[in-house]
């Protein structure tokens, strides 16, 4: 019953840094998700993996950067990370690429920026 | 562009009071509607769900009724418990994107 898996739980990382987040799921789900979440601005959608093969960016994607490196796992990389990405990093999974499907969380990573 | 608003909180509720979060969205094609819950810590679980005008969707005691004249998904619950205490975020679709709301924080005091 593991579903998604975020790792690491957190994370702090100094300006100039790279790291990257790692993010497996178990259900043989079709489309993956990264997000961001930040004090009273809900969930923002940074990159998606529509299918195994594909990434786009969403709403948030400067800084960032993503490997769908098989259908199980999405990578999300920071390759020079800045204060300004202190945040709590969720990835998500939905069974396929429509409208009413729900998406399922991981327990997120929590990453702080000096 | 696409957007969900949601009522501010916190909503600071006795146990077994009613529960009401409002929930608007823009009316752009044809999107499902969600409702997600976050405990502490946590990640997002979905709560509910509703896929077309006038579906009523349910779980654990919550309700919200997807209503297309109002362009709105209010989230209900007869009787909240402590155990109730989360953020709630209402999110509508984009193809396979979901769009969220900014999250309401419920707190239930015994």
């Known amino acids: 019953n593991a579903g998604v898996t975020q790792t690491p739980k957190f994370q702090v990382l100094k300006t100039g840094q790279s790291m990257t987040l790692q993010c497996a799921q178990d259900?043989?789900?079709?489309?993956m998700y990264w997000y961001r979440q930040d004090p009273g601005m809900g969930l923002r959608l940074i990159y998606y993996?529509?299918?195994?093969?594909?990434?786009d960016k969403g709403e948030v994607p400067n800084g960032y950067n993503v490997s769908r490196l098989n259908k199980r796992e999405f990578s999300l990389r920071l390759e020079s990370a800045a204060p300004s990405q202190t945040s709590v990093y969720f990835c998500?999974?939905?069974?396929?690429?429509?409208?009413?499907?729900?998406?399922?969380f991981g327990d997120g990573t929590r990453l702080s920026i000096l | 562009g696409d957007s969900v608003t949601q009522m501010e909180g916190p909503v600071t509720l006795s146990e077994e009071a009613f529960l009401t979060i409002n929930c608007t969205y823009t009316?752009?094609?044809?999107?499902?509607l969600f409702w997600y819950v976050q405990y502490p810590g946590e990640g997002l679980q979905l709560l509910l769900k509703a896929t077309k005008a006038d579906d009523k969707g349910s779980n654990k005691g919550f309700e919200a009724t997807y209503r297309k004249e109002t362009t709105s998904f209010h989230l209900e619950k007869g009787s909240v418990q402590v155990s109730d205490s989360a953020v709630y975020f209402c999110a509508r679709s984009n193809t396979g994107k979901l769009i969220f709301g900014q999250g309401t924080t419920l707190q239930v005091k015994p």
């Open positions: 259900m043989n789900h079709n489309s």
């Open positions: 009316a752009t094609g044809y999107p499902s």
């Open positions: 998500a999974s939905s069974e396929r690429w429509l409208s009413n499907q729900p998406q399922h």
């Open positions: 993996s529509a299918s195994e093969g594909t990434t």
